[in-house]
């Protein structure tokens, strides 16, 4: 590493150190905003407990299911790109569009 490297690395970490923690606003006393205290999203505090294992319900659907629908969207997938790739073809041949031609 070369002088000049050091001093831009030098630089960089001094300025980096001067970005503060990740409780600024707590540190500083600083009220929550309006906006933000009277969103309609959940807060931490209020997520439920999650469920024991292997209780499943609308709520807490069974990975299984998941499972199950990923496969059926990859077999889904796949005959989609074989359709897609037969579509791709054209519908006449030289012969038919020569002779639709010709019967204009």
Not at 32 to 43: I, N, T
Not at 59 to 78: C, F, K, N, S
């Amino acid at each position: 590493m070369n002088g000049t490297t050091r001093i831009l690395a030098f630089c960089l970490v001094v300025a980096l150190a001067g970005c503060g923690s990740a409780r600024l606003f707590e540190e500083r006393g600083l009220p929550e905003s309006p906006a933000v205290a009277d969103a309609p999203w959940p807060r931490l505090v209020e997520t439920p407990d999650a469920p024991p294992q292997g209780s499943y319900s609308e709520d807490v659907p069974d990975p299984a299911r998941g499972v199950a629908t990923v496969v059926q969207l990859g077999e889904a997938a796949r005959t989609a790109a074989t359709r897609a790739e037969a579509l791709e073809e054209p519908a006449l041949t030289e012969a038919e569009r020569a002779r639709l031609l010709r019967a204009r």
